[in-house]
């Protein structure tokens, strides 16, 4: 996500990275200068590269772009993706006889005249708070700059800035979920208490787990639960709604973070210390611990509600934060661009596909139904679509099913995804048959069958669910047979 090249214009920004991203250099003796990487991939993630380059890998074949299966492919490219945007906009019409049944999800939009698909509930809370969340963003900034100024001008010690954020934090969460946010801070403690008790014990990671996977059954089970449960006088507090209710919903991701927390404060009781004393690059930020009084609750407090991180993600780990916190990275300003166009590229993108592909409509009314195999393939292909491109759900957990069917979602990921593969490496082990002409294409049949159970999963957990993807299948097989 940055540049390596020599800026002309530098500006300071605390910036927190995760182990999918990459930082610029910073000038610090012993670290490493990752390569820049270019093309399409650039316009949407860069991963940090391995430590250590892998020698004991085969020699890579010519490359194919000039054989008759590469042309096939192409061909095939040049039929069937039009078809893919095709079929959903011409479903998407209102002179569509389906148009009747899901119409009145539909919002009036910008873009050609369009109406826009506005029914997703939580996008909707995204699309609809963006310049409150730009305010947010901007507030958040000028804050750690004014920060940065007065910590400067009165010398304060660099542990200062982990005091600060967890103010600013507090604040922010109590403006996002009002009186939730003594929900959210008893879970905190409470994950923290179990984590300090435990220690190095043996069983400590299976215990944590355990504690957060049913903290999370229990949040939905009780809809983030109600103080007038508790006693009726308390039922004031429901009122107290913030700017965003629901947190049980954003509470997922947080429970990534808890888990994180737990973990790192386990490895670092039960590892020896590191020979080297700061971290060189990003792997050793992520895996080198530290003493034990920085496993305190207010670093604690300060990684799991962190505003960027609470909000919008992405995930990392506690370590990481911390050596971040203790060292901030400097920005140049022509990569903040960079990511701002790309930031508004993807919120185009999903505005085009909601004003011209009503496919989120469709499925919450059941509108698919009575539609050819290929309009239902593309129903729920769309659907997929826009889930991934959510901005404020990129991670596993929430479209395989999440809040929604999350025992059914796991269990389907588990099953259909990772048990396959990992039968499949057993069966047919690169190191003995990756060298074969047949091989590469078995692998490419693995991988769409693979693909094909993700997306199976998806669609049981998070678009038509058990009985929809029952009905598909039946359409899809069906009009084979016949």
Same mark, same amino acid.
């Given at each position: 996500m940055?540049?390596n090249?020599?800026?002309?214009i ?6 927190i990275t ?5 930082e610029p ?7 490493e ?15 940090p590269?391995?430590?250590k380059p892998r020698y004991d ?7 194919r ?13 040049i039929i069937a993706?039009?078809l893919?945007v095709?079929i959903?906009?011409e479903?998407?019409?209102p002179?569509h006889?389906?148009?009747i049944?899901?119409h009145?999800?539909l919002?009036?939009g910008?873009?050609g005249?369009r109406q826009?698909?506005n029914?997703?509930?939580?996008y ?11 305010l947010?963003?901007?507030g958040?900034?000028a ?7 007065v ?12 005091a600060?954020?967890?103010i ?5 969460l109590?403006? =996002?979920h009002?009186?939730s946010?003594?929900?959210i801070?008893l879970? =905190?403690s409470?994950?923290y ?11 400590a990671p299976a215990?944590?787990w355990?504690?957060n996977?049913a903290v999370i059954f229990?949040?939905? #089970?009780?809809?983030?639960y109600?103080f ?8 004031f507090?429901?009122s ?7 947190w049980?919903?954003?509470f997922?991701i ?5 888990i994180?927390?737990s973990?790192?404060?386990y490895?670092a009781?039960?590892?020896r ?6 971290p060189?690059n ?5 895996v ?10 207010l ?7 962190y505003?960027?991180l609470?909000?919008a993600?992405p995930?990392?780990t506690?370590?990481n934060? #911390?050596w971040q916190?203790?060292?901030p990275?400097?920005?140049?300003f022509?990569? #903040?661009?960079?990511?701002f166009?790309?930031?508004?590229v993807?919120i185009?993108?999903m505005?085009l ?6 496919v989120v409509?469709?499925k ?10 290929a ?10 679509i826009?889930?991934w491109?959510?901005?404020?759900i990129p991670? =596993?957990? #929430?479209p $395989?099913g999440?809040?929604t069917?999350?025992i059914l979602?796991t269990?389907?990921?588990?099953t259909l995804f $990772?048990i396959?593969?990992?039968t ?5 082990p ?8 047949w091989y590469?294409h078995i692998?490419a049949?693995g991988?769409?069958?693979?693909i094909?159970m993700?997306?199976a999963a998806?669609? $049981? ?5 058990i009985s ?6 039946e359409?899809l ?6």
């Amino acid at each position: 996500m940055t540049s390596n090249g020599p800026p002309q214009i530098r500006i300071e920004m605390h910036k927190i990275t995760s182990p999918n991203e990459r930082e610029p250099h910073t000038g610090i003796e012993g670290e490493e200068k990752p390569p820049r990487h270019r093309g399409i991939v650039a316009l949407t993630i860069e991963t940090p590269t391995s430590s250590k380059p892998r020698y004991d890998l085969p020699p890579r074949p010519p490359p194919r772009w000039n054989t008759p299966e590469f042309i096939f492919y192409l061909i095939v490219f040049i039929i069937a993706v039009p078809l893919l945007v095709k079929i959903p906009v011409e479903l998407s019409q209102p002179t569509h006889p389906k148009y009747i049944q899901y119409h009145r999800r539909l919002s009036p939009g910008w873009i050609g005249g369009r109406q826009v698909d506005n029914s997703d509930r939580q996008y909707r809370s995204f699309r609809d708070n963006i310049p409150a969340l730009a305010l947010l963003s901007i507030g958040h900034l000028a804050t750690n700059k004014l920060y940065s100024l007065v910590s400067r001008a009165s010398s304060l010690p660099n542990s200062s800035r982990i005091a600060f954020s967890a103010i600013v934090s507090l604040l922010v969460l109590g403006g =996002l979920h009002g009186s939730s946010m003594i929900k959210i801070l008893l879970i =905190l403690s409470l994950n923290y208490w179990v984590t300090k008790r435990l220690g190095a014990k043996a069983f400590a990671p299976a215990a944590i787990w355990t504690l957060n996977v049913a903290v999370i059954f229990l949040n939905e #089970i009780y809809d983030g639960y109600k103080f007038a449960a508790l006693h009726p006088s308390l039922a004031f507090l429901d009122s107290v709604r913030g700017a965003y209710p629901r947190w049980n919903v954003t509470f997922n991701i947080t429970m990534l973070r808890l888990i994180s927390f737990s973990m790192d404060y386990y490895w670092a009781c039960t590892k020896r210390p590191p020979a080297a004393l700061e971290p060189r690059n990003e792997k050793d930020r992520v895996v080198m611990p530290h003493s034990d009084g920085d496993y305190s609750f207010l670093n604690y407090l300060a990684y799991t509600i962190y505003p960027p991180l609470y909000i919008a993600g992405p995930i990392m780990t506690f370590n990481n934060f #911390i050596w971040q916190m203790r060292q901030p990275v400097r920005i140049p300003f022509r990569d #903040i661009m960079q990511y701002f166009v790309r930031f508004l590229v993807c919120i185009l993108t999903m505005e085009l596909i909601l004003h011209y592909m009503w496919v989120v409509a469709m499925k919450d009314t059941g509108s698919w139904q009575g539609l050819s195999p290929a309009e239902i393939s593309m129903v729920g292909f769309w659907n997929l679509i826009i889930i991934w491109l959510k901005l404020l759900i990129p991670y =596993l957990y #929430i479209p $395989v099913g999440g809040s929604t069917r999350p025992i059914l979602s796991t269990l389907a990921v588990f099953t259909l995804f $990772v048990i396959p593969e990992m039968t499949a490496r057993q069966l047919l082990p690169p190191s003995k048959y990756s060298q074969e002409p047949w091989y590469r294409h078995i692998s490419a049949i693995g991988g769409v069958f693979n693909i094909l159970m993700m997306m199976a999963a998806n669609l $049981v957990g998070f678009v038509v669910g058990i009985s929809g993807t029952k009905y598909l299948a039946e359409q899809l097989f069906g009009s084979w047979q016949d």
